[in-house]
């Protein structure tokens, strides 16, 4: 039981040496990324399983108890994540064999994907603060190297911005990591929650409070400290921009989740406001930033943020229906916008470009039905037509915003949807629809044999996915529904971490 | 670099100071080293040589590719972790053993020097690797 909660990190640590071990050989470090990855999602399976069945499992790092020690705490909510990981990371590996140039694979590409994918299992895995911290320099790590990987100048212009901004953000973090050590004298986050619940020192905490929130919030591009995003996306080979679409910005709203909901719950008289209002403005601003751009992956990124804020809305409601919601979104996200980055890959691969307008007058579905009905799916998705998952992520959230009387936040959210729609109607019909059905002759860019089955078998499963996700729609939320119900439940997480005497020796001081 | 000073006082400082590195290595459990700062010497040493004579010849003596001493210093300090999974404990948790060495006596031996040698491996690899890269350009 120990074991497979710690196997999520162990197993992408492995193969990430033993990649680099085999630098020499990249069909052996080819085989080890594909295989590895897929180990991943099997395990994340099975960890998932047994936290389903058996609630929070705790394991203590080298037999140091918390809160000396470092604990992996395995939740429902992280284990939930670290599916979603493996299973993000598994599609990358196998697009990437034929996805990424042989020039960047023999510098180390697959080594970086697995550190990059053991940083975010870590992340999602630990129950300390400082352990969160280490393990978001792993993962930001790796995700520089892989960002500037090829050296061409939009990658580096991209790298420099994305870089500074993370390094800030990064500092941030340890500042606050380090006034809560000065004031509470740990760092373990279940002794933490029980610590700052009895303080009465309400002004360093809601100042902490505001720090971790610009700490993640600028990771997780949450408005308005977003601009490093749709300024780096587009740069990297695509199934670069899709593993960091789908995954990392996905990290920061976990740690503002998990870190909302155990140590400074939402105060319905100060942060609920400020959180909606966040949520609210990052929404509108992402859809409509989306809105002006005419680039494949511009457009995604966009969307990427206006998404956040929906993640962040359900956060803020903060009523176990909208945690649900939220969890509920995260998963559907995940899925759906790593599939759309990989499927402009594939359309840039059988147009040359991926400017939208370049690639209007011979339609990619002239060229590649398929690959136009597998964007249709999570396009379709991403702007909530049912029965995608898309639809019942904001029907939750709706039904949680309306349940409590927020109305203005719901209209906005209903509003961004519809330019959602919008948006992705706009790629459909500028690169996938307008121009001629048949052409006799050939375009000169087109490449009819672009798009190898390996590409198209990830896209293929992830679309697969979110339409399941969407037939079993009432299951899943079930699942997310429980947990929520898992966060909102500060003491359940306490006790399964520090014991039961934590808590009697709490009550009687 | 072409210094015959250099390069004589390389011949005979470079071997001092790798045992010495050895010795910050093993004394580091209870005392002040360890890996990383053993590992540090060794680099220090490498980098030495580099100057004295030049970057090719650094590689050349370190016979094995930095990149494979770095992934071989990573599979080493996870090997430490993991003997406790074994015996059905958590991860790293520390195993010691006495051995009984002829002529030494008993040494106290556990997984967290193995740890430190896979920490020593890394730290001489990626250090090495960034000196030589900087002065071969």
């Known amino acids: ?509 | 670099m072409n210094s015959i000073i250099l390069q004589t006082a390389t011949r005979f400082l470079m071997p001092l100071i790798l045992v010495f590195s050895v010795v910050i290595l093993l004394q580091g459990h209870n005392k002040p080293g360890g890996g990383f700062i053993g590992g540090l010497l060794a680099a220090a040493a490498f980098s030495l040589h580099a100057l004295a004579f030049n970057p090719a010849e650094t590689r050349a003596s370190l016979r094995f590719d930095l990149r494979s001493i770095i992934a071989i210093g990573l599979l080493i300090a996870l090997s430490a972790g993991l003997p406790a999974l074994l015996t059905g404990q958590p991860l790293f948790t520390g195993l010691w053993h006495d051995v009984v060495v002829p002529g030494i006596g008993v040494v106290h031996l556990g997984t967290p020097l193995l740890f430190d040698l896979g920490v020593y491996f890394v730290v001489i690899g990626i250090s090495v690797l960034m000196v030589l890269t900087l002065v071969e350009d």
């Open chain 1, 1 to 509: 039981m120990s074991t497979l909660a710690v196997l999520p990190v162990i197993l992408p640590l492995a193969a990430g040496a033993a990649s680099v071990l085999l630098w020499k050989s990249l069909r052996v470090q080819r085989v080890v990324g594909v295989a590895a990855t897929l180990a991943l999602v099997i395990v994340s399976l099975l960890l998932f399983r047994e936290v389903n069945r058996e609630g929070i499992i705790v394991v203590h790092m080298g037999s140091w108890p918390s809160p000396i020690g470092i604990s992996f705490v395995v939740d429902l909510f992280g284990s939930i994540m670290v599916v979603l990981a493996a299973i993000t990371g598994a599609a990358t590996a196998i697009y990437s064999v034929r996805g990424i140039d042989k020039r960047r694979q023999s510098f180390l590409y697959f080594p970086l994907l697995h550190i990059l994918l053991m940083g975010v299992c870590g992340a999602f895995l630990t129950g300390d603060i400082f352990n969160l911290y280490v393990w978001f320099e792993v993962l930001l790590m790796s995700s520089f190297v892989l960002l500037a990987l090829g050296n061409e100048r939009d990658q580096l212009e991209g790298a420099i911005k994305y870089v500074t901004i993370n390094l800030m953000s990064s500092a941030l973090f340890l500042t606050a990591i380090g006034i809560l050590y000065g004031t509470f004298g740990t760092l373990d986050m279940a002794d933490l929650s029980r610590k700052i619940a009895a303080t009465q020192n309400t002004g360093i905490v809601t100042t902490l409070s505001m720090l971790f929130l610009i700490a993640f919030g600028i990771k997780a591009a949450i408005f308005p400290l977003f601009f490093w995003l749709p300024a780096s996306y587009h740069t990297p080979p695509f199934a670069v921009s899709a593993i960091f679409a789908g995954l990392l910005t996905k990290v920061g709203v976990y740690a503002i989740i998990r870190v909302f909901t155990l140590l400074f719950p939402i105060d319905p008289g100060f942060t609920r406001p400020l959180m909606l209002f966040l949520a609210a403005m990052t929404m509108l601003t992402g859809v409509l930033g989306a809105a002006s751009q005419m680039e494949f992956r511009r457009v995604l990124s966009f969307h990427i943020i206006s998404q956040i804020g929906y993640m962040l809305l359900g956060l803020a409601l903060a009523t176990p229906l909208a945690l649900a919601g939220s969890v509920f979104y995260i998963m559907h996200h995940i899925i759906v916008k790593a599939n759309l980055f990989f499927i402009a890959g594939l359309a840039e691969r059988i147009r040359g470009t991926s400017d939208l307008k370049a690639i209007g007058p011979v339609s990619v579905y002239a060229r590649s039905p398929l690959v136009a009905i597998l964007f249709f799916i999570p396009a379709m998705s991403l702007a909530g037509i049912p029965p995608l998952s898309g639809f019942f992520a904001k029907l939750v959230l709706v039904r949680a915003g309306l349940e409590i009387g927020e109305w203005a936040i719901i209209a906005v959210a209903l509003v961004v949807s519809i330019l959602t729609l919008y948006s992705m109607t706009k790629i459909w019909a500028e690169a996938f629809w307008k121009g001629p059905a048949r052409r006799e002759d050939e375009a000169e860019s087109d490449n009819k044999d672009a798009v190898p089955p390996s590409m198209l078998l990830p896209v293929a499963t992830l679309a697969a996915i979110t339409v399941a996700v969407g037939l079993f729609a009432g299951p899943i939320f079930d699942i997310a529904s429980r947990a929520a119900a898992q966060l909102l439940d500060k003491e359940g997480y306490v006790r399964a971490v520090l014991g039961d005497e934590a808590m009697q020796e709490e009550e009687s001081p």
